[in-house]
């Protein structure tokens, strides 16, 4: 009895600790990983968080190409898709719908998430935004909209440019896997300005490329004050029901009802391939304009300081014989968009494993590239 009696009390003491020390958000990371059997965020965490809706109102279905299924995937593309858990997998070429599949019980109206690929998301609406007006231009100071990083050490420094680019020097330890970095603090906290407010500035911004999620939730925040509306109804207007989008998708937030800018849309794969082919068609769908192709090509142009392989929002890969550039997000979300080939694929699921030896990208995309476009050209 009395064993029991000090068990609670050292449990309790902890938890007063945890909270104490600013780590209540634990709490919400055990309950919706461990507590599930898992051992880290799933592309099925939408279900699990509080979110603003992005509505579509015209639902616009994929033309299907003549062909639509009737090639097999090879052993070496149905082997890997295989071995990295895929939840889906789609082609599309010449703007129809070529190949379609689902495993592990997802169909297309699945809603599964986006991860990182929100980040070149954000950067369409910061992109929006500039185009309307709403925003100066590339390089306004992120104090403009917030004052208090006027004062911030390098802070007055701080362009939107910055963060759209990941040249912000923010001190921001980007790992998934360690529960006391600002990583999880933003995931599963209840609250993003604390979670990134608070950071420091390690560099002068504009000095070195580091991938960071922190930055492109500060850009979450300045293009959100700069429109004066929530991102998700932003989101809505300006992309989603221009594209015709065939289900409403949802974007988690925080308590207060922030967007989280760096990851956490939930939409299905069909949806996600046409913001591939908007990309593909320059920032077109139809006879529309939805996004200027100036900025398109500012978001697909390779950056020095990244070494050549990031611009804004999207990764790319010009050294590989095919081109290619995409939206990236961690195990295994992908949008690739093939301009050579006219080709968009699809790939979601749940692998934590995938290597990057391709200078920090994915070698799965790559391979993906390769291998789908011999597939199907």
Same mark, same amino acid.
């Given at each position: 009895m009395i064993f029991l009696f000090y068990f609670i009390a050292f449990i309790v003491a902890v938890a007063a600790l945890i909270y104490i020390l600013g780590y209540?958000?634990?709490?919400?990371?055990?309950?919706?990983?461990?507590?599930?059997?898992?051992?880290?965020?799933?592309?099925?965490?939408?279900?699990?968080?509080?979110?603003?809706?992005?509505?579509t109102t015209a639902p616009k279905l994929w033309e299907e190409d003549a062909e639509l299924n009737k090639k097999e995937l090879s052993k070496e593309i149905a082997d890997d898709l295989l071995h990295s858990n895929t939840a889906s997998f789609l082609v599309i070429k010449n703007g129809k719908l070529l190949h379609e599949q689902y495993w592990n019980g997802y169909t297309s109206h699945s809603k599964t998430n986006s991860f990182s690929m929100a980040k070149a998301i954000t950067v369409m609406l910061y992109?929006?935004?500039? #185009?309307? !007006?709403?925003? %100066?231009?590339?390089?306004?100071?992120? *104090?403009?909209?917030?004052?208090?990083? +006027?004062?911030?050490?390098?802070?007055?420094?701080?362009?939107?440019?910055?963060?759209?680019?990941?040249?912000?020097?923010?001190?921001?330890?980007?790992?998934?896997?360690?529960?006391?970095?600002?990583n999880a603090r933003a995931y599963y906290g209840s609250s993003l300005i604390k979670a990134t407010f608070s950071r420091r500035f390690k560099e002068k911004p504009g000095e070195r490329f580091e991938y960071q999620s922190g930055s492109t939730q500060l850009l979450g925040f300045a293009v959100k004050k700069a429109i004066n509306q929530s991102l998700s109804s932003y989101l809505s207007e300006k992309f989603w029901i221009p594209l015709g989008m065939e289900q409403n998708a949802d974007w988690s937030v925080? #308590?207060? !009802?922030?967007? %989280?800018?760096?990851?956490?849309?939930? *939409?299905?794969?069909?949806?996600?391939? +046409?913001?591939?082919?908007?990309?593909?068609?320059?920032?077109?769908?139809?006879?529309?304009?939805?996004?200027?192709?100036?900025f398109i090509e500012q978001m697909r142009t390779p950056t020095k300081k990244s070494d050549e392989i990031y611009g804004m929002g999207l990764w790319i890969n010009n050294d590989n014989p095919i081109k290619h550039y995409y939206f990236l997000g961690l195990q295994g979300q992908y949008i690739i968009m093939i301009p050579e080939h006219k080709m968009v694929i699809v790939r979601t699921g749940s692998y934590n494993n995938l290597p990057k030896t391709d200078r920090g990208r994915p070698d799965q995309v790559k391979f993906l590239v390769n291998e789908t476009v011999k597939l199907f050209f």
């Open positions: 209540a958000y634990l709490f919400s990371g055990i309950s919706k990983t461990y507590f599930r059997g898992r051992m880290s965020a799933n592309i099925d965490d939408g279900k699990l968080f509080r979110s603003n809706i992005i509505h992109g929006k935004a500039l #185009e309307e !007006g709403k925003i %100066k231009n590339t390089d306004q100071n992120f *104090s403009e909209l917030y004052e208090e990083f +006027k004062t911030k050490s390098f802070g007055k420094y701080l362009t939107l440019k910055h963060l759209a680019q990941m040249e912000s020097g923010l001190e921001w330890d980007e790992n998934y896997k360690n529960p006391f970095l600002p925080d #308590e207060s !009802g922030m967007e %989280k800018t760096y990851c956490c849309i939930h *939409s299905n794969s069909r949806d996600f391939a +046409k913001l591939g082919q908007l990309f593909l068609d320059d920032g077109k769908a139809g006879n529309q304009q939805v996004l200027n192709l100036e």
